[in-house]
């Protein structure tokens, strides 16, 4: 099974120390076990910088730590860990950077993988959130079953389920709301009454608020429970990814008008299912108010839909009611469709100050047509996959050479087993020792044809100089990763550069300022310009600023 936890890095200099601390030649048998991807071991730092440095919002934590263990029990080894370590990010993060290390200098195999706090592609953040945690947990689960080893299947029973198992028992066996306390207290809970009456278990980390563990658990619904005998529906919270989230009240409230309304046939039997839930207050305005709430919300202020005359109106005339219910709707996408003058004049003076920007760069790439544009992004496309090529091809090798090495740690160690087999006499005696080390004896057979294969000139290749063609390669795969990085961020800005071209010729259909699609436009571009030379832009930027002071 693989244990998952998750960790933040908010300091630079931490940053560079985590690198260093998880490609530790001594856990990592001389730097076998490690890898990177979209960027190199010994740089990954400065160029986690780089991509930040693009983020529109960069925050405080420049990198995170996915910290992976599986179990002494599992017979997994280093190289095999590390290829689940790099499959979890390829299907969980496939857009971020990261450097990848399994350590073998414990009992229990793990991975330590720190991942870049802004993705390469739109250069948005890091999901740092419990959901985030619980994806992860869950693609190393998937893992771990289809490469054969055990995985952790937690309780689904938690502390606030035991904690309504305990109170449901104990009411349904006390008389008084003073025995369910006394009651409480006797099977080791700490209770503390206050505004909120909380419920603190012997092993519990913090008090429980009875109200959140669901309607049926109010003080009030206690006492019904246990003095009238009452049986109440509980409703509880809405739970996700196994966090408690508070349900809006007018949400709720709008979610269970919908409900009645399915469920009843007339407007009386809508009230009479409302009141199960809710205390009602009829007078001028209708208003409810939930068993668990503060205060009464009236009908009206949900929405027009939702009003007395309207629900009244389901009832009596269906027809009339989904009439108007349809003008509702066309009002309120007609005050979404409203254009904002203002916000039109900002955005044009924008996608001006965009237009300056783009042809600057351009005239500075020595880009002069929209064809050559196309060609360059083609080009860099083009390197891009022969980098990405060269790259396979390495770590191809470098799985060969491994396998060698691996071949050899076989040899020694399942080498006595294998004279034992041989210096046995008795054939009874020698099938049993077969059916008992069959597995041990067949990898020792596989080691012997591996280390056969490389042989050059009838000598076997040395441990060592194998170890030196790895690091050979191994470099020479991080500086191919460096100019493939660099590469994509080239292309990422041109891509950009003729998406903005392309709406601005008109191939999504919008037009400027005055109505017409701008179809000469980077066919022959004029000088660079700058928003000094640009008479429409100023105009429109001044314009703008003296709307937006007045």
């Known amino acids: 099974m693989a244990y998952v936890k998750l960790s933040q890095i908010k300091s630079e200099g931490y940053l560079k ?36 440095k693009q983020a529109v919002k960069k925050g405080k934590v420049i990198a995170h730590e996915i910290y992976q263990s599986f179990s002494p029990e599992d017979d997994i080894t280093p190289q095999k860990a590390l290829e689940i370590g790099r499959e979890l990010m390829r299907r969980t993060f496939p857009d971020f950077q990261y450097v990848i290390a399994t350590h073998n200098d414990k009992e229990h195999i793990h991975n330590h993988i720190i991942i870049c706090a802004v993705n390469f592609n739109d250069f948005h953040m890091f999901p740092n959130k419990l959901a985030t945690l619980e994806k992860v947990r869950q693609a190393s689960n998937e893992l771990c079953k289809e490469y054969g ?10 502390h606030r389920e035991k904690l309504k198992a305990v109170i449901d028992d104990i009411i349904e066996n006390c008389d008084t709301y003073n025995d369910f306390f006394k009651e409480l207290k006797k099977r080791g809970y700490e209770v503390k009454i206050g505004k909120y009456i909380s419920v603190k278990g012997i092993r519990d980390k913090s008090f429980i608020r009875m109200a959140t563990l669901g309607s049926a658990y109010t003080e009030k619904n206690i006492r019904r429970r246990i003095e009238e005998k009452a049986v109440i529906k509980n409703v509880e919270r809405n739970v996700y990814a196994n966090s408690t989230i ?9 979610k269970n008008i919908t409900e009645c309304m399915k469920s009843a046939k007339s407007f009386d039997e809508f009230i009479s299912l409302m009141k199960k839930d809710y205390s009602v207050k009829t007078g001028k305005h209708m208003a409810f108010k939930h068993s668990i709430g503060k205060r009464f919300l009236r009908l009206e202020s949900l929405g ?20 108007r219910l349809d003008e509702i709707s066309a009002r309120k996408i007609s005050r979404l469709k409203a254009v904002d003058k203002t916000s039109s004049r900002y955005t044009y003076s924008r996608n001006a100050n965009t237009e300056i920007k783009m042809l600057n760069y351009l005239h500075a790439c020595n880009i002069q047509s929209y064809e050559v544009l196309k060609e360059n992004i083609s080009q860099l496309e083009k390197r891009i996959a022969d980098y990405k090529s060269d790259v396979q091809k390495i770590n191809a090798q470098i799985s060969s050479r491994r396998s060698i090495i691996n071949a050899v740690r076989d040899y020694w160690r399942y080498k006595p087993i294998y004279q034992k087999y041989l210096s046995i006499i008795d054939t009874k005696n020698k099938e049993k020792y077969l059916q008992e080390y069959s597995a041990e004896l067949a990898r020792y057979k ?31 795969k991080e ?10 961020l080239e292309l990422e800005q041109l891509k950009t550069i003729k998406h903005n071209a392309d709406v601005i010729l008109g191939t999504f259909n919008r037009k400027d300022r005055c109505g017409q699609l701008r179809s000469n436009w980077l066919l022959a571009l ?8 640009t008479p429409d832009t100023q105009k429109t930027i001044k314009h703008t600023r003296k709307h937006t002071a007045r």
């Open 17 to 52: 120390r985590a690198i260093n601390y998880i490609l530790n030649p001594q856990k990592t048998e001389s730097g076998l076990n490690t890898a990177s991807y979209m960027c190199s071991t010994e740089y990954a730092d400065l160029e986690f910088n780089e991509i930040r």
């Open 149 to 158: 080893y055990s995985v952790i299947t937690p309780n689904p029973k938690g």
């Open 246 to 254: 508070k349900m809006p009240h007018r949400l709720r409230l709008k």
């Open 304 to 323: 027009e839909e939702y009003s007395e005359e309207m629900l009244r109106l389901y009832f009596s005339d269906p027809a009339e009611y989904k009439t």
């Open 446 to 476: 596989n080691a012997v044809e591996v280390m056969n294969n490389p042989k050059i000139n009838g000598v076997l290749a040395q441990s060592a100089n194998i170890k030196s063609e790895i690091a050979a390669l191994a470099d020479r």
């Open 479 to 488: 500086d191919l990763s460096a100019e493939q990085n660099k590469l994509v």
């Open 526 to 533: 004029p000088k660079v310009v700058t928003e000094e030379e």
